[in-house]
């Protein structure tokens, strides 16, 4: 079992930023490809940002390209997501996602609202 808590999520306004991180458990994070999901209200869930293991691929939303920055430190056991020049609709609750061997693991998500 994979165990992922979320933090850093908040109230910013338009334009501001915020970070969020994803503390994951197990000895082989290295081998877990990273996402982040993001769903807001009425909204089915989608996906945001990716990292593979060796954290050399990224891959984003168009959405968000250029102002999210998805990254991941194998030593903490922690995948990063870095959000710049937020805007009203990127408001949503993100989730950490982590894929290991085939399975798809679940934080419990991140409040994330950013107003206009």
């Given at each position: 079992?994979?165990?992922?808590?979320?933090?850093?999520?908040g109230?910013?306004?338009?334009?501001?930023?915020?970070?969020?991180?994803?503390?994951?458990?197990?000895?082989?994070?290295?081998?877990?490809?990273?996402?982040?999901?993001?769903?807001?209200?009425?909204?089915?869930?989608?996906?945001?940002?990716?990292?593979?293991?060796?954290?050399?691929?990224?891959?984003?939303?168009?959405s968000?390209?250029?102002?999210?920055?998805?990254?991941?430190?194998?030593?903490?056991?922690?995948?990063?997501?870095?959000?710049?020049?937020?805007?009203?609709?990127?408001?949503?609750?993100?989730?950490?996602?982590?894929?290991?061997?085939?399975?798809?693991?679940?934080?419990?998500?991140?409040?994330?609202?950013?107003?206009?």
């Open positions: 079992q994979v165990q992922l808590v979320e933090s850093g999520g109230l910013v306004q338009a334009g501001g930023s915020l970070r969020l991180s994803c503390a994951a458990s197990g000895r082989t994070f290295s081998s877990y490809y990273m996402g982040w999901f993001r769903q807001a209200p009425g909204k089915e869930r989608e996906f945001v940002a990716g990292i593979s293991w060796s954290g050399s691929n990224t891959y984003y939303v168009d968000v390209k250029g102002r999210f920055t998805i990254s991941r430190d194998n030593a903490k056991n922690t995948s990063y997501l870095q959000m710049n020049s937020l805007k009203p609709e990127d408001t949503a609750v993100y989730y950490c996602n982590a894929r290991v061997r085939g399975s798809d693991y679940w934080g419990q998500g991140t409040q994330v609202t950013v107003s206009s």
